[in-house]
């Protein structure tokens, strides 16, 4: 049985970095890409990050030049390094492994960004 486990999140001031892992454990056949979401409160769940088996990330807008994705295929490992954090940075992000046969899901860690 795949489970995905997070970690890293936590509370930090405005400008201050935290950076977040996702392992996989269990067997994934063909994964091709690997992603960050995040869900504010009162909000809809929403793609921060993916980056392909191939090393090509995709970003968004609110969060170019600030996070940066990275993964490693041997160990079925994401990471998101979050630098330049700013208060609407603030959610619970999870991390998604899409494969050829499914989507797993992590359970989510909390991000708070604040003074």
């Known amino acids: 049985q795949v489970q995905l486990v997070e970690s890293g999140g936590g509370l930090v001031q405005p400008g201050g970095s935290l950076r977040l892992s996702c392992a996989a454990s269990?067997?994934?056949?063909?994964?091709?890409?690997m992603g960050w979401y995040r869900q504010a409160p009162g909000k809809q769940r929403e793609l921060v990050a993916t980056i392909t088996r191939f090393g090509i990330a995709n970003y968004a807008e609110s969060v170019k030049g600030r996070l940066t994705i990275s993964r490693d295929n041997a160990k079925n490992t994401v990471y998101l390094q979050m630098n330049g954090l700013k208060p609407e940075d603030t959610a619970v992000y999870y991390c998604?492994?899409?494969?050829?046969?499914?989507?797993?899901w992590g359970q989510g860690t909390q991000v708070t960004v604040s003074s």
């Open positions: 269990g067997s994934i056949v063909s994964i091709y890409q």
């Open positions: 998604k492994i899409d494969s050829r046969y499914a989507a797993y």
